[in-house]
């Protein structure tokens, strides 16, 4: 398969990366060698074969429900570019 | 003294021990050391005050009782450490400054070392040369035209030019392993869950793990015991007894099975490669050990499964960087998506960005199985591969890269050249298991090259022996000329 | 109960439509802390206040599991009678939203905790089935607030990390009464069971209401589009009217439904499209890499299953066997846990019946009137229960009881102890009440008259009179028996 301009502008989108208009096409070329890199692995038949889920052989270990954490929104809110006393501030709209 | 930044960290220690030299003497050392060495561009931030005065605490009341007793180090810029801003190589963390300390950091802090600085590294770690990083490339001491391997490029070119007694880097595809090589240095990758990946900045969550980069395989396993162990933090971490590697290090082999893949013969390979890996073999029949062929089938799929893998991973775990909690935020855009469109092209790198949206399509509806279901299918032939060869094979043999140091901007413009240097490193992380990159000669221009020693999934200790022994045995020195003071 | 028939359809003029309905309920887990880390849950905190580096996604944090909120999931699951897995996979649902810090939530997909169960409810028209398609964990989101600053959006995560429990209905409701009736009974059962206080002006239970119509007959489903987060069940059936009766326009007009999710507007009483179909969303799930695959023992289960305290349904028959109470009655009993509990105390000390009768009269009144829960009565059980065994024994009579129920109320004191203090005993003694008729009779001589001439009506006015001069406290059986000897003679 082979990506094209408007494919990429739309995976970018949902990403939320704006791509410059003048690099979209040396993108392309990039992203179509890599893929046609990737696509190596359509030699193989794995119909028979479980996805890897975790490489690690054992369960979810899980911890206690107890209050431990909190309580910190200075440490919280000290590295946000915007923020007042309480909230951090994000841009208008959704 | 004038010696002391040369010699490995477990004579550093002795020094420090035998009170031949003082904690504060050492840490002026390197502080000088690290001054005279800008050219290298290996640190984004150094912390020499706080260094100084964890110099003076330490020399005031001497804990010899640690393993990284009054020991100075820097770190992979990817570690967040408290207080001290934490960058991973990206504008989008230009000005990050955690309150808190890696898990990791703080079990070498535990120790008895302390920080020296942060060191450069490819952005988020996605990189094979250092040249991704938002704070600039990094060169290799071996030569000024030379980059140093990525992502732990500032990390195995602070350690190689004696900035560092000893250092840590994270490996996702052969980032500690394939810098290690490029300087001719030692570097581990551990077992998937042996080191927290607690305070780590992520890169892909199911590869990542951290590791020493050292100058001999007895600092290596020193390291490795004080980093590693269970943190009920991580939920991947693995809940075992803390072992003493350093203690246990043992030179004798004899009768240790150990496999030689034949895919690792790879089209192309320069012939100096081969007969490195000749050479290796020979050391370690020579010391007793037995040679025995494998098979490992699917070692040719790995790459392409690890970039279908890594960048999945990566596109979701980068999703955070939005510039409202911490980082840099654009000051463009008109409403939330302009915003995080503008600050996430803003703040990340073409590498990132490449990485997110082949991460971002391959996990896209439509493109999910025939990508990302196919890929952790592969991924689990080629952990088969693996399970199937350790049933007859102590540990693996196998060259730890392709080449040597390439030239600076050689493989900028072809991703996918660069990425085909990680093909040797790249299986181990897929199956989860450890592997040590072991200096093992030059090529012949003078570069270092490197051997890989692939271990059973926590079979650390029996692959750090077969490297004490390989080290011991094999004549390589590193005498890299100090150009650039 | 007399049966009545399924009727909510909408008529259009190319036929009559039938209305389907599929719930996706968010449910707040009831833990202390929050899902995947040490946070509290507790609701009405100053904003941030509850939050960790984890809820927050700095660089570098872990998320570990709340033992709690599976064995919660697990609860709840077998409260609806569902397949418990002991395999379950926790995804990443990703998409950015100002208070979504990860860029995704943590949730399952393909391998949920709960598989497929079912909910009875009890319809005017008989009980109905409603199965359940699952239930997962996920992860709340925090909230952004729009409105205190107008250049601006302040981000609170106080509940950015909160377990929710997501219960999907398979799409077997087909009118706004079933929903009510649905969630009520999901609320219920929660309730019981302890796993969601099912408060929803807190949003502990919220739900996404997918509607389709159909034309009755049909067995193909129609287009549906996806309600968001409603949160109260008024609004849902304010939604459901709306939207099936646009739906029903939009064909009846010829027209297509878009698949599309809509948002209930509350002020102006309708749906409207959230967003557009270019930006669709594009979830991409997969499997958490920070996580590994939950792996339950039978074990755990099967103790929890031991552990479960009786449901609702079961409640309501033992009611129907024990206490002899009738469906209804039963139903309205066991609709909450307290309330059973309530009852079952009183019934203990009393007649089962009566107590059933004067709970759901009186003291539901009062407390409705107060705006009270069963659990803060200002009437004890055991109160009550001596109330309505002082008019079971004839103590009392029902009047009277009303009075000393409002002193009762007022005081909280012990039913015995006002009737002793207030001298509101009844008047049970034959002697003593024949004396007060014969008095009556003598008095009255020609409205006996009347009444031995055949007009029987004026029964009633002896009975008044008897009560007037007995001070309400005649034994009313009692009076009936000796007027009618007496009247007689």
Not at chain 2, 306 to 318: D, G, K, M, W
Not at chain 3, 430 to 448: A, G
Request: overall charge neutral; glycine content about 8%; hydrophobic content about 35%.
């Amino acid at each position: 398969m082979s990506l094209d301009k408007e494919k990429i502008k739309h995976v970018a989108k949902l990403a939320r990366i704006s791509v410059d208009e003048a690099k979209v096409n040396s993108l392309t070329k990039d992203l179509n060698s890599i893929f046609k890199f990737i696509e190596q692995l359509n030699e193989l038949n794995t119909d028979k074969v479980e996805p890897l889920t975790s490489i690690l052989n054992q369960s979810l270990r899980s911890r206690k429900d107890e209050i431990s954490d909190g309580k910190i929104r200075e440490k919280i809110l000290k590295n946000s570019p915007k923020k007042n006393e309480e909230f951090f501030c994000s841009s208008k709209g959704g | 003294m004038s010696n002391i930044t040369n010699q490995s960290l477990s004579e550093i220690l002795e020094s420090i021990k035998s009170k031949k030299i003082s904690s504060l003497e050492l840490t002026q050392a390197y502080i000088k050391n690290i001054e005279n060495a800008k050219k290298l561009n290996a640190f984004v931030t150094t912390t020499f005050d706080q260094a100084l005065e964890n110099a003076k605490k330490f020399d005031n009341k001497p804990n010899n009782e640690q393993l990284l007793s009054g020991v100075p180090l820097a770190v992979k810029d990817l570690f967040c450490t408290e207080n001290v801003k934490t960058t991973a190589g990206s504008n989008i963390l230009n000005n990050f400054v955690p309150s808190y300390e890696s898990t990791v950091t703080k079990n070498l802090w535990n120790n008895g070392a302390f920080l020296l600085g942060k060191l450069n590294c490819d952005e988020f770690a996605m990189g094979s040369s250092n040249e991704t990083s938002f704070f600039g490339n990094v060169i290799n001491p071996v030569g000024d035209h030379l980059v140093p391997g990525g992502s732990s490029g500032g990390s195995s070119s602070a350690l190689a030019a004696d900035l560092t007694p000893a250092t840590i880097g994270t490996d996702t595809g052969g980032s500690i392993r394939q810098p290690a090589s490029f300087t001719g240095t030692v570097g581990l990758k551990p077992t998937y869950g042996l080191c927290s990946r607690w305070g780590i900045v992520a890169f892909a969550s199911s590869l990542d793990q951290a590791g020493p980069m050292t100058k001999t395989v007895n600092d290596c396993s020193i390291m490795l015991e004080a980093m590693s162990g269970f943190d009920e933090k991580d939920s991947t971490s693995i809940n075992k007894k803390k072992e003493t590697y350093s203690k246990n290090l043992k030179d004798n082999i004899k009768g240790l099975k150990i496999g030689i893949p034949k895919e690792y013969r790879v089209d192309n390979m320069p012939k100096e490669i081969d007969e490195l890996w000749e050479k290796g073999k020979k050391i370690l029949k020579d010391l007793g050990a037995q040679l025995i062929d494998i098979s490992l089938p699917h070692t040719k799929y790995a790459l392409p499964t690890y970039y279908i893998v890594a960048p999945a991973e990566a596109s979701s775990n980068l999703a955070r960087y939005d510039g409202v909690r911490y980082g840099y935020r654009s000051q463009k855009g008109k409403d939330l998506i302009e915003m995080y469109e503008n600050t996430r092209s803003e703040g990340f790198g073409d590498e990132v960005k490449r990485r997110i949206l082949i991460g971002t399509y391959v996990l896209s509806s439509g493109y999910y199985d025939a990508y990302y279901l196919k890929a952790q299918k592969v991924r689990q032939l080629i952990k088969k591969d693996f399970d199937d060869s350790f049933t007859k094979v102590d540990a693996i043999l196998t060259p730890s890269t392709p080449s040597s140091a390439f030239k600076i901007g050689e493989k900028t413009n072809d991703p996918v050249s660069m990425y085909l240097n990680d093909i040797f490193t790249v299986p181990v992380n897929l199956a989860g298991l450890p592997a040590l990159s072991l200096p093992a000669g030059l090529d012949k221009q003078g570069y270092p090259l490197g051997l890989q020693l692939i271990g059973k999934a926590l079979d650390e200790q029996k692959i750090l022996n077969i490297g004490y022994a390989f080290e011991k045995n094999c004549g390589y020195k590193n005498e890299i000329k100090k150009w650039w003071s | 109960m007399s049966k009545e028939k399924f009727d909510y359809f909408i008529n259009g003029e190319k036929g009559k439509y039938e209305v389907v309905i599929g719930l996706e309920v968010h449910a707040q887990v009831l833990s202390s802390s929050k899902l995947f880390s040490g946070s509290s849950t507790k609701f009405g905190a100053d904003p941030n206040k509850q939050v960790s580096l984890i809820d927050s996604a700095f660089p570098g944090m872990l998320p570990v599991i709340n033992e709690e909120c599976v064995k919660q999931a697990v609860r709840t699951g077998l409260g609806l009678n569902a397949k418990i897995n002991n395999y379950s996979v926790f995804d990443r649902k990703n998409y950015f939203y100002a208070d979504l810090p990860q860029g995704y939530q943590i949730s399952q997909y393909k391998n949920p905790i709960v598989g497929e169960g079912k909910v009875l409810l009890d319809m005017p028209y008989g009980s109905k089935e409603i199965g359940i398609e699952r239930l997962h964990l996920e992860q709340d989101a925090g909230k952004s607030i729009h409105d205190m600053d107008p250049s601006s959006t302040y981000v609170d995560l106080n509940r950015s990390g909160i377990a929710l429990m997501e219960i999907v209905s398979k799409p077997h409701l087909r009118s706004p009464d079933e929903v009510n009736a649905y969630i009520k009974k999901l609320r219920t059962i929660m309730r019981y069971l302890g796993t969601c206080d099912g408060n929803m002006q807190e949003g502990s239970l919220r739900a996404d209401v997918n509607v389709s119509v159909r034309k009755v007959g049909d067995k193909n489903f129609g287009t549906r589009c996806e309600i968001k987060n409603v949160n109260s069940i008024k609004f849902m059936q304010m939604a459901i009217e709306y939207e099936a009766n646009r739906q029903v326009e939009l064909l009846e007009d010829g027209k297509e439904i878009d698949q599309e999710t809509r948002l209930f507007d509350t002020k102006k009483n309708e749906t409207r499209s959230m967003r557009s179909k270019e930006d669709a969303h594009d979830y991409r799930y997969f499997p958490d890499p920070d996580l590994l695959p939950l792996k339950l023992e039978q074990k755990l289960i099967d103790d929890l299953k031991k552990s479960l305290p009786e449901l609702p349904d079961n409640k309501k028959e033992r009611f129907i066997q024990e206490y002899g109470l009738n469906s209804y009655e039963a139903n309205v009993l066991v609709s909450e846990k307290e309330i059973s509990d309530y009852y079952e105390e009183v019934a203990k000390l009393s007649d089962k019946k009566l107590a059933a009768t004067w709970m759901m009269g009186d003291l539901f009144a009062m407390l409705n009137d107060k705006g009270l829960n069963i659990s803060n009565s200002p009437i004890s059980a055991k109160n009550f229960a001596e109330l309505v065994q002082s008019i079971k024994s004839g103590e009392i009579s029902g009047r009277i009881a009303k009075e000393v129920f409002e002193i009762m109320v007022e005081s909280g004191d012990n039913p015995k102890k006002i009737i002793e203090s207030k001298g509101m005993k009844q008047q049970s003694d034959p002697k003593e009440l024949e004396k007060i008729i014969n008095e009556i009779l003598s008095k009255n001589k020609d409205k006996v008259d009347q009444y031995k001439a055949g007009k029987e009506k004026l029964f009633g006015f002896f009975v008044g009179q008897v009560m007037k001069l007995s001070g309400g406290k005649a034994n009313p059986q009692l009076t009936n028996e000796i007027l009618k000897k007496l009247l007689k003679g």
